[in-house]
């Protein structure tokens, strides 16, 4: 995990309507120097860092070491794949057991994000997924207990993916 270059740390950046001044100017009808305070940042100057999202870092920590729990915690019946699968962000990877295989819903922030299938094939899970914003992908993911862990590329860039199940 670094620090954002573009907020260097804080999460916040200086508001893009106002410069950082807090205020607009304007000429009114009568001639007259009109001083309104902005309303993108509520007369503070600054907004939320749109590279980060406002978080101050970027990148995902690397996990330091993944061990599966003792015991399945959120497992339906006996299926090892059914449940809420949730990344270090509070995304989660909704998958439930439809016929032979397994419908899965994504989630995040805004809510549901999009849909597709999975499929268990020994201790490799692959997820096919459609969503609005990113459009399709897959992910070849390792499940080892309530963990399922692979890479991600994402614009080029292979990117460490742990979910796991609460």
């Known amino acids: 995990m670094s620090t954002c270059g573009s907020c260097s740390g804080t999460g916040k950046v200086h508001c893009s309507s106002c410069g950082g001044k807090r205020y607009h100017y304007r000429l009114s009808a009568s001639g007259q ?14 907004m939320r860092c749109g ?11 690397a996990p330091t070491s993944v061990s599966p729990p003792a015991r ?21 990877f909704d998958i439930v057991k439809k016929g ?3 419908k899965v819903t994504t989630h995040g922030a805004l809510g549901q994000s999009g849909s597709g299938t999975a499929e268990l094939s020994g201790s490799t899970v692959t997820l096919e997924i459609n969503e609005a914003l990113i459009g399709r992908y897959a992910l ?23 979910l796991t199940r609460r």
Request: hydrophobic letters at 30%.
């Open 33 to 46: 120097m009109d001083m309104t305070p902005c309303f993108t940042c509520q007369a503070t100057g600054q």
């Open 51 to 61: 590279f980060c999202g406002g978080r101050g870092t970027i990148g995902f920590n």
């Open 72 to 92: 399945r915690r959120g497992a339906t019946g006996t299926d090892v794949l059914a449940g809420q699968w949730y990344d270090p962000q509070g995304n989660y």
């Open 100 to 102: 032979g295989g397994y």
């Open 140 to 162: 070849d993911l390792e499940l080892e207990g309530d963990t399922m862990q692979g890479t991600v590329t994402v614009m080029g860039i292979p990117m460490p993916l742990v």
